[in-house]
């Protein structure tokens, strides 16, 4: 788990099977993940203050240090509120430097870029607009959590590694 330290407030999402795999077999191409190429939408309106593009996808369990974030858009959503989406594919950002977007627009879409060993979303708040910033604790106005074989409401909580989730 790299959500340590500065970033341990961080989530990563994906999405999983019946079997509680992220793949298809065999799951050795980016495409055989279910989140790979899916929409990743804007979860609050804001002004976008930082893209970072043209960072190419990782080969599954391959993993890029040096530019960790990989393809990322953060958003401002009011003072000392950020939001930061990483590990996008790369070319795929549909948004520029400046703009404003409306909570539910496509940014962009899932990838591998960064350091990512298979495709999810790298997903933080933070008080800050740099890449590298660190996370700041900050709830979820609302999701839907497993338990069991039933998903309950939760609001203005955090939800926890292994939660299964989803927003709808």
Known sequence: DTHKGDWQYAWDFDIIDENSKSYRTPGAELQDF?????????PASGYVVKVEDGIMDNRINE???????????????NEHIYI???????????VSEG?????????????????????????????TPEIA??????PIAY???RNQNVFELKTFSYPQ????????
């Open 133 to 138: 910033a660190k996370t700041i604790k900050y």
């Open 143 to 145: 999701y839907l959590k």
């Open 63 to 77: 993993v890029n240090t040096f530019q960790n974030f990989g393809n990322t858009v953060i958003i401002k959503h």
């Open 84 to 94: 930061k989406l990483s590990h996008l594919k790369s070319g795929s950002i549909k």
């Open 34 to 42: 279910y989140c790979y190429n899916l929409p990743v939408i804007a």
């Open 99 to 127: 703009s404003y977007v409306q909570a539910g627009s496509v940014i962009g879409c899932i990838g591998n870029s960064g350091r990512s060993p298979e495709p999810h979303l790298h997903f933080q708040i933070q008080s």
């Open 161 to 168: 590694k292994g939660d299964i989730v989803k927003n709808k």
